[in-house]
């Protein structure tokens, strides 16, 4: 063991040179070590080469280094000797060289300090892993003791965030600056199998200069490679380097047109102000209608964040838009705002909010929220929300409380048919002991809403062919009951309803399971209607109020009868279940909004109540019956039968009894003995799964509705395929059989390719109405899709929605950017928008 000091003593000079081999550590004063690839917090590089440099990994040393030097400003190196050369006062580390100091290693052949020039020389398989994990490898490696100055000759750059830099030269200057000479950069990893191919992606630069202060990396006579082959040039990029999650500047630009706006062109800021928050501001000047200003502040607090942003433009063209629409007008805008809090781990509170110049200013100039509501089809949002809630959840409990204002903007909507919600509250919980040795639960809904013009819809061919439903119409047979449904009740509707719930259940000593059960329901109903015309042909005008009592009792039996066989278990279980309570008080006589929806199949065949919404409620007597039957096969699989119908035993049957939307009408349980309904489901093992659900009619086994549903799902693709076909419901507008086929499927086509598709094939009209055929790249630095959509979209404030077809790409380099490019092939609109 030898120990050397920063300044070395004349008086012990014997020998110029002097040498020791060493198998334990030597300390040394601190003569700051490694400063250029230390320094380096932004990003990586490939093996690739760099404008004809090749660099290639090299392997961990096998040799474990022993445990780093505490960072206490002294320096700990190993090596197979150590050579003293007291005359030019410099020490040589050679063989194995493993040196630490302050959580910052270097590995070398040899290691050479020059205390004259103050300048640590490190030669041969340099390999330097600093505190924050990044990884420099290089053949040669020079630095100053402080830091500030140095230089690497053929060096890589690993960092923690999974980047690569390569370069022939590599200097340091001023403590900030690294630049790398015939630099490359990706965030991609290098082929297992061959280090030297290029990598996926890479960005080439004479110069990729690294500004530590401001965490920035700049690329001079940029070339972006896809596998080594040059796809794109930039005299100049600068982007963040990897460790930066925020950063001031300018974003991916965007293209967008339009046949009203004509083309416009923007390049987004954003300023990150603090930590907590940032805003950005985009600029989109389009060659018709002027500049458009858009602007976005968003916020994190301790317990929440929120944003808003504003958009606005005066219009060089209003009339471009069309005489008599809303986009008709000079000065243009609209405000969105949303955020959401934590009171504690148990509750939030939130809102969003939307307020626009004219309903129609989302669609016109494609903005934000009419782009991020494009779904599967491009079945394009309608309307806008806004709303403030307060929502809590506990182990066993829910609340929920909300007021809501929809704002339409499509041009088919009526602003005054839609309602404003002020408030919807829901609660509901169940005790965690036992009441009379069953278990109790009570659930409480509050609806308040109101509307200020009626909405009728036509049942028959004639009212939708002669416009006998619109609130114009002046024809005296218009907007009645055999013509129309009033699906929208003019003026303030409250109801609030409570419901408490008992269960229990018992298995006697042959097996029957038997289950009582009771509830007790209570709605008191406060509706003050107007009367518009044809109002009074579903519901009495005026001021009213009710009160509604549901109390039930209830009892189901289960009697599962198990067989046992080499092969398998099956299951055939008969369930029966008797319903007793009043008839429904103000049946039809009240309106209806949120139980507009009856489907009756299997699902809902034991359902004490089968409406969907609290609006109603099911009275009488009745009888739920049917048989299920369950088979578990040994070697894996199930099949499931389930097949039963449902009896008005006594009272009124509520599903007889039309509203003001019909609802329960053509249901299949508007008769003394329903509609049989049955469900089928098979799945073989965890690949392939069947189901099928129909409902038949009681009298002449004519099938009602049915569906069939396939899916299979291997380790490379996917597929399945819905079948739906549905009689006509004339009393619900419903006029003719409806008949269908949705489809889609996945195939990985290799390790990160994937190409998907999906179809719906309306076997009435005997056409495909709307597909996707898409195709997809994804793996840890690079995503790209591809698809090619037909969907229903309104274009240019259109009063119907037309069938539009586009193609949309989607490009994404990690650490760079992604944008992605619609354009549609059909006339309507297009776009590219960056990220």
Known sequence: ????????????????????????????????????????????????????????????????????????????????????????????????????????????????????????????????????????????????????????????????????????????????????????????????????????????????????????????????????????????????????????????????????????????????????????????????????????????????????????????????????????????????????????????????GVLMSDRAFFLDYRLAQYRDSWGTFLNQSTEATSQIYLTGVGNRSYFDIRAIHYLGWAAADIQGQIPVVHPVLDYSKTLDQNIFGGEFSYKTNLTSLSRQTAQFDPVTTIANTTGLCLNTSADPAARLPSSCLLRGVPGTYTRLTAQADWRRSFTDPYGQIWTPFASLRADAIDASISNQPGVSNYLLPGDTQAMRLMPTVGLEYRYPFINVQPWGTTTIEPIAQVIIRPNESYAGKLPNEDAQTMVFDASNLFSVDKFSGYDRVEGGGRANVGVQATTQFDQGGSVNVLFGQSYQLFGLNSFAVADATNTGLDSGLAKPKSDYVGRVSYSPNSTYKFTTRARFNEATFNVERFEAEASASFNRWSVSMIYGNYAAQPDLGFLTRRQGILGTGTLKIASNWVVSGGARWDLEANKINQYIVGAGYVDDCFVLALNYVTGYSYANYGTTPTLNHSVMVQIGLRTIGMFAMQQSVSGAASGMFGQ
Not at 12 to 41: C, D, H, I, N, S
Not at 94 to 111: I, P, S, W
Request: charged content about 25%; some cysteine; glycine content about 8%.
């Open 1 to 352: 063991m030898a120990a050397l000091h920063g300044k070395l003593s004349t008086k012990r000079r014997r020998t110029k040179v002097r040498r020791e081999r060493v198998v334990t550590a030597v300390l040394l004063t601190p003569f700051a070590v490694l400063a250029l690839a230390g320094g380096m917090q932004a990003v990586a590089i490939d093996s690739a080469s760099a404008q004809g440099y090749t660099y290639n990994p090299r392997p961990a040393r096998p040799k474990p280094p022993p445990p780093p030097a505490a960072n206490n400003g002294q320096m700990l190196v190993q090596a197979s000797e150590v050579n003293y050369d007291y005359n030019n006062k410099r020490v040589a580390a050679v063989g194995n060289v493993q040196m630490y100091y302050n959580g910052t290693t270097v590995e070398a052949d040899r290691l050479v300090y020059d205390q004259d020039t103050k300048r640590l020389r490190a030669e041969g398989n340099v390999r330097m892993t600093d505190a924050d994990g990044k990884i420099t490898y290089a053949n040669f490696l020079d630095l100053s003791d402080d830091y500030r100055d140095g230089f690497v000759d053929s060096l890589r750059v690993d960092t923690a965030q999974d980047t690569r830099i390569a370069a022939s030269r590599a200097d340091r200057t001023g403590g900030n600056y690294n630049v790398f000479q015939n630099g490359v950069y990706t965030a991609c990893a290098p082929c297992k199998d061959d280090p030297k191919k290029p990598p996926l992606w890479q960005v080439k630069g004479a110069r990729i200069i690294h500004d530590q202060t401001d965490k920035m990396l700049y690329f001079e006579d940029a070339r972006i490679e896809f596998f080594g082959v040059p796809l794109a040039y930039m005299p100049y990029l600068s982007t963040p380097d990897p460790t930066v999650a925020r950063k001031t500047g300018f974003l991916m630009p965007a293209y967008t047109s339009n046949t009203t706006f004509g083309s416009g062109f923007e390049i987004p800021f954003y300023w990150a102000l603090a930590p907590d928050y940032d805003v950005t501001i985009t600029p989109r000047i389009t060659t018709k209608q002027g500049v458009l200003m858009q602007g976005e502040f968003r916020q994190r607090l301790l317990d929440g964040a929120y944003e808003v942003r504003a958009y606005g433009i005066n219009q060089s063209d209003p009339a471009a838009f069309g005489a008599n629409t809303p986009g008709n007008r000079d000065l243009r805008g609209a405000v969105d705002t949303k955020g959401q809090f934590a009171l504690n781990d148990k509750w939030v509170w939130g809102w969003e």
